[in-house]
């Protein structure tokens, strides 16, 4: 598996606005206006490939100088729970890392509350609803 940085409107960039919209907005009824993808330009879009198809994603959003938040995040359904999401994350926190950020957060789902929780994250506060459901917001402090 290759784990990388992509670029905004590469055709991978397509792959993985493709599989965000397959693995998160769909079963809600939801999709990606241009607005939405156009405000990913300035973000740092990962993914995890192997041979040439894509597996997962993620993408990282800064929310102040010291804070990047976790969006986004979606493994191929036939590839979850085969570690993957952990590869990407831990990608996440060595990019994040690596450009001078402290803390790493996310609005998670309910449904992924017990993975994050695994992989260090603590909540922060009560639920609330996003993208017509509930969601908590989750945080860790990188080293």
Known sequence: ????IIE????????MVDLRMQVLRIPLGLSFT???????KNDILIAAFENNALMGCCVLTQRDEATLQLRQMAVAPQQ?????????????EKVAAQKGYTVLMM???NIALPFYEK?????????????????YK???KLQ
Request: glycine share 8%; net charge positive.
């Open 1 to 4: 598996m290759t784990l990388k």
């Open 8 to 15: 905004h409107n590469s055709n991978e960039y397509a792959q």
């Open 34 to 40: 241009k607005e939405d993808l156009a405000k990913e």
């Open 80 to 92: 979850q729970k085969t570690g993957i999401g952990t590869a990407i994350l831990q990608f996440a």
């Open 107 to 109: 609005h998670a789902r």
């Open 119 to 135: 992989c260090g994250y603590t909540k922060t506060g009560n639920a609330f609803i996003e993208v017509t459901i509930p969601h």
């Open 138 to 140: 989750m945080e860790k």
